[in-house]
């Protein structure tokens, strides 16, 4: 019966705390989505580079 009082309370304390939170407007949202894309774009193209190097070397010194 403790573990389920201690689960309810948990929940509420979780939900008062939610509410004072500050949340991101929709511009912040979709200006930091758009960043984490690019940047994983750019280093998905990094790593392919790196890889077809290395790959490269390693089939020379084979």
Known sequence: MNLIKNAIRFVIDAYYELTKATWLG???VVGTTVV???FVI?????VSVVDLFLGTIVRVIL
């Open 26 to 28: 929709k511009k912040e």
């Open 36 to 38: 984490v894309v690019v």
């Open 42 to 46: 750019i280093m998905s193209i990094f």
